[in-house]
Every structure is written in C-alpha cells, then in structure tokens.
C-alpha cells in the first residue's frame, strides 16, 4: 500500500526513509567485551587454581596405577631420567623438572629387576595417543601395554585401549613390532601383533608409538641395565 | 496473547519443544556420546551446568549488552563455563572426563544453548529464563537418556555398566557405533511422529463427534 501524499514527501510515492538507526558508541561495544573477557578470565583462574592440583594429584594416582600394570605389580619402582642417550637417577643439571622424561624401572620382591616402564605419546588419528609399556631389554620383549591419553572415535578408535583381546597381545610381544590384519597372522611370530578392523590407523598408532619409542631410548636402556648389573 | 505461567516456561523445554526430539538441534553429542548411559549422564549434567548458568548471565546483562556485540558476548558466557565444567568434570570424575574425550569441549558449539539464549534469555526476566533453561536442559537429558539406554542395552547388554543378560547374549555393537546412533535417533524420531499423529487423529474424531 502507498502511503497518502503527506507535507514534504517526495512526489513519486516513495515511501519516507527510516529513521537513523540509534548511534552505538564504538567505546561501549569494547567496554561490555573487556569487562565480560576480564569477569570470564577471573573465574577460569579461580577454576583452575582450585583444579588443577586436584587434577595432578589424579595423574600421578593414575601412572602409578599404570605402571603397577604394565609391570606386573612391582613391588619397588625407580624413577629414572633420561639426558640425552643417558639414564640416570639424578635429575640432569639444569633441566625443568617438569619437562624431563621419565623412565620407571621395577623391581620384583627379590629385588631383581623386571622391566622399564616408558610412557610416550604420538599422534593417533584425532589427537595425540599417550601409550605406556612395560619393557625387557634382556628379553626385548614388552611385559605390557596400557593406553593412558586417548580422544580416538569412541566406539572405533577406542577400542586400542578397551579392546582387551588386543591390549593382550602386547603381553610378551617381541619388538620391533609389526602390525598386521587379523587373517595375515603367522602363527608363532611373536613380532606380529592383529590391527583392530576398523581402527587400523590407530592400532598402527600405537604399534608405531612403541616401535620409535624403543629406537630411541632402546640402547640407553640397554647399556644402563648392563652397568646395573 | 494469554499470559505465560512459570510451569509453561519449564515444562515448554521438556515435551512440547523438546530440543532433541522436536526442534533437532544440538544432535552432535546425542550421536557421539550416548553409547553409554554413563556418558550420556555425565554430558547431560555438563550441559545443564552450561545451558543454565549462561541463560542466567545472558538474561541478567540483557540490558547492558549491545546488539552488536551480543553473539560475542553470548559466545564469551557460554565459553567460560564450559571450561569450567570441563576442569570441574577432569578433577571429580577423570574416568569420565576421558571418556568423552572432545566432546566437553564441543558444549561451546552446541546450538541448543546460543538459541535459547538468543530466542529467550536475552529477551525476559531472570527468573523465567532460568526456568526456560532449566526446562530445555532436562529436555536434553531425557533424550540422552532415552538414546543412551537404548544404545547401551542392545549395544554391549548393559545398564550403566551392570550386565543385563547372561554370557549367551552376544553384544549388537552396531548400535554403540555411529550408524547405530543415526538408526536409534531416527527410530525415536519416527515414534514420536507417529505417536504425535495417532494423538491427533484422535482428537480429530473427538471433535467431529462432538460436532455431530
């Protein structure tokens, strides 16, 4: 519908333009952004310092518990750090705590040495997978596997941690391993070790995981069990 | 316009516009972790958590947030508590936390809590938009609960985590699978559809009845 021709409207009918929209000051945009950024940051800081020793002290619970499986219950374990191709006990002059690796060596009841425990992560199909596995290196045999940090495809991926016909395969599996499909396994061969069918990329994650794992921290656990003994 | 009661701003989210079953929004998490009911729990409660303390601040700073900058700041809301709940959720219960992996995180993009507190909290007092929000969480919570039993019983033959049937059930894993959350969610789609229009049907005969 076109409105009557009022006072002062333009001849052709148009319609009269709409009022300016209400002025924003750029200043108040900013202001309501900083303070709620500011008000948002305050709270994740108070969050975190409540949480976050709640969270370490669950983390370190959580590798001991890991280590005491992957070892096979240990009943003494020694932290060892590694400096280069070194271990040792003593933590490296100079280093971050924080940021130095660390390798567990378990004794049994005897007090004879049963394996290192050596947690590594790589990333796996959807974020960075976090293995740790318990090592011979007189045997070159792994004593056991536990995947401790995993965002894989529930249902698919997350079966390298909860599949535990797989994880069982890891149990006195000579390294380097290799991964293969279930119907290509050669009975016998220790090395070998059956991909889960539809999370191959992370079975072979995990493979790789230990693979590299143990071809760069292999000849220093070797040369540290042999000055041990 | 008739006047809104309190209980129509609560029960609305719930059945009517359920956001699930209704409005199909926020299906991400319903397809991703409702394989277990255990999941499906502890992301409902996380998302309560969310939906409600965002609706709060959105609807109490109504009137000092610009229209400009309101996504931003709604975004900013939601962001902040979601991390929140994601330090709460690793401190108190890790194994969980785990579990749902990404998922906690992907709360910030879930549709159902930007649109209510675009449609609702942005628009009304505080009090209904707590109750609105209230209401479409546990909407939320039922529809998880709903798809994670389905999806836990016939996918690994349990109710959070107790075995239900003997060592001869084989375990239909398709349905702890992605396919088996498409199947499950369209089959309760497809109930609720008919279910809504045998109700109708009926009422429909009612009314002629009486007309007659």
Redesign the interface.
């Known amino acids: 519908m076109t409105a009557p021709h009022a006072h002062g409207a333009p001849a052709n009918g148009a319609p009269p333009p709409p009022p300016p929209p209400p002025q924003?000051r750029a200043s108040?945009?900013l202001t309501?952004?900083a303070a709620?950024?500011a008000?948002?940051g305050f709270?994740?800081v108070v969050?975190?310092g409540?949480?976050?020793p709640?969270?370490e002290h669950?983390?370190a619970v959580?590798l001991q518990g890991a280590i005491g499986e992957v070892l096979k219950h240990p009943t003494q374990v020694d932290t060892l750090f590694v400096a280069g191709d070194t271990l040792g006990t003593q933590l490296p002059a100079g280093e971050d705590p924080k940021r130095v690796e660390r390798i567990y060596l378990g004794y049994d009841a005897d007090h004879r040495p049963i394996g290192y425990a050596i947690a590594v992560g790589e990333p796996g199909f959807?974020?960075v997978v976090r293995v740790i596995f318990g090592y011979d290196p007189a045997t070159k045999q792994l004593i056991g596997m536990k995947v401790i940090?995993?965002?894989e495809?529930?249902?698919?991926g997350d079966k390298i941690e909860k599949d535990s016909a797989f994880v069982q395969q890891f149990r006195g599996a000579l390294t380097p391993l290799a991964g293969v499909k279930p119907d290509r396994h050669k009975a016998g061969d220790k090395t070998q070790i059956d991909m889960i069918t539809?999370a191959t990329i992370s079975s072979r994650a995990v493979i790789r995981i230990i693979n590299n794992a143990l071809t760069r921290l292999g000849p220093a656990l070797e040369r540290y069990s042999q000055e041990a003994k | 316009m008739t006047e809104t009661r309190p209980m129509d701003d609560l029960l609305r989210g719930i059945w009517r516009e359920n956001p699930i079953f209704v409005q199909t929004l926020g299906l991400c998490p319903t397809l991703?972790?409702t394989?277990s009911v255990e999941?499906a729990v502890a992301m409902a409660t996380a998302t309560f958590f969310v939906l409600v303390g965002s609706c709060f601040f959105a609807s109490l700073f109504r009137r000092?947030?610009?229209?400009?900058?309101r996504i931003?700041?709604f975004v900013?809301?939601i962001?902040?508590f979601v991390?929140?709940a994601d330090?709460?959720l690793?401190?108190?219960v890790?194994g969980i936390h785990?579990?749902l992996?990404?998922f906690v995180g992907l709360i910030i993009v879930n549709c159902i809590i930007l649109a209510r507190q675009e449609a609702f909290a942005s628009k009304n007092p505080v009090g209904r938009a707590v109750l609105d929000a209230i209401g479409y969480a546990f909407g939320f919570t039922i529809a998880m609960l709903i798809m994670s039993s389905i999806r836990e019983v016939l996918g690994s033959g349990s109710f959070l985590g107790y075995h239900l049937f003997g060592k001869g059930y084989e375990p239909w894993v398709f349905f702890?699978?992605?396919p088996g959350g498409f199947i499950t969610l369209g089959s309760v789609l497809l109930f609720l559809s008919w279910f809504y229009k045998r109700r109708e049907a009926r009422e429909k005969a009612i009314e002629l009845r009486m007309a007659a």
């Open positions: 924003v108040s945009l309501v952004l709620g950024g008000i948002a709270l994740i969050v975190y409540w949480a976050a709640i969270i669950n983390k959580a959807s974020d940090e995993s965002k495809t529930p249902g698919l539809g | 991703a972790v394989n999941n000092y947030i610009p229209n400009e900058v931003a700041t900013l809301i962001a902040t991390t929140v330090m709460m690793e401190a108190i890790p785990k579990a992996g990404a702890t699978l992605p």
